[in-house]
C-alpha cells in the first residue's frame, strides 16, 4: 500500500525530503502543501542550519517562511541512549560525529506522535522506519502525492522527483508513482 500524507496529522520531515525540494525550486510549494503539519527534529534543524550556512543556501526560504511551524521537537530522555548507540553502530570510518543524527531520531520518535507519517530518502532511516512499523514515504513519493493532489502540475512534480531518484529512473516510474498516490486517496478518503 501507498503511504500518503494526506489524512496524517503530522509528517515528520527528515533532512533530505527538504534539500531535495529546495534543490528542485519546490521549497515554497512543499511548505504550503504540508502547513502546519510539517515538523522536524531539533537533529534535522541542526543539519538544516549546517547545510544553510555552507552548501545549501535555498535552505534559507525555510527561515523566511517560518516553517515548519513550531519548535523542532526534542527525542524524550529515555530514546537519547538509543540513538546514539543506533549512530554508533552505523557509523562510517572518516564520518562526522552528527552523521545519521536526523533520520536516527525521526524514526525513533515518529512512533511516539500519533497519526504521524515520516517523509525520508536515507536508507538507514528507512530502515529504521521498517522494523518500527512506521509509515514512510520518499521525497519522490511526496511530489507523486502533491501531482495527485493538484497541488503540482507534472512537470514541477517530475523536478522533484528527478532530484530525488537515481539516475535510470525517469518519466514511466514518475507516471507510476502518481497513479499509486491516487490510488491511495481514495483509500484514505
Known amino acids: 500500500m501507498t503511504v500518503v500524507t494526506k489524512g496524517a496529522d503530522i509528517a515528520l520531515l527528515d533532512t533530505s525530503v ?3 525540494f529546495a534543490d528542485a525550486g519546490a521549497l515554497i510549494q512543499l511548505a504550503s502543501y504540508l502547513g502546519p503539519k510539517g515538523t522536524i527534529t ?3 534543524e541542526r543539519e538544516l542550519n549546517r547545510l544553510m550556512g555552507t552548501s545549501r543556501p535555498r535552505l534559507v526560504t525555510l527561515t523566511r517562511l517560518g516553517w515548519p511551524p513550531g519548535e523542532p521537537l526534542g527525542l ?3 530514546l537519547l541512549a538509543d540513538a546514539e548507540d543506533i549512530r ?5 570510518p572518516g564520518e562526522h560525529e ?5 533520520e536516527i531520531s525521526v524514526a525513533l520518535l515518529a512512533p511516539r506522535l500519533g497519526n504521524a507519517v ?12 521498517r522494523h518500527r512499523g512506521v509509515p514512510r514515504l520518499s521525497s519522490a513519493q511526496l511530489s507523486a502525492e502533491m501531482v495527485a493532489d493538484g497541488t503540482f502540475d507534472d ?4 523536478e522533484v522527483f528527478d532530484v530525488a531518484t537515481p539516475s535510470g529512473i525517469g518519466q514511466a516510474e514518475f507516471k507510476q508513482a502518481v497513479g499509486d498516490a491516487r490510488t491511495a486517496f481514495g483509500q484514505t478518503g
Open 118 to 129: 515520516v517523509v525520508m530518502d536515507d536508507g538507514l532511516g528507512k530502515q529504521l522506519c
Open 18 to 20: 527538504i534539500v531535495n
Open 155 to 158: 512537470a514541477t512534480g517530475f
Open 76 to 78: 524524550p530522555p529515555d
Open 88 to 92: 554508533r553502530l552505523h557509523a562510517k
Open 42 to 44: 531539533l537533529d534535522v
Open 98 to 102: 552528527a552523521a545519521n543524527r536526523g
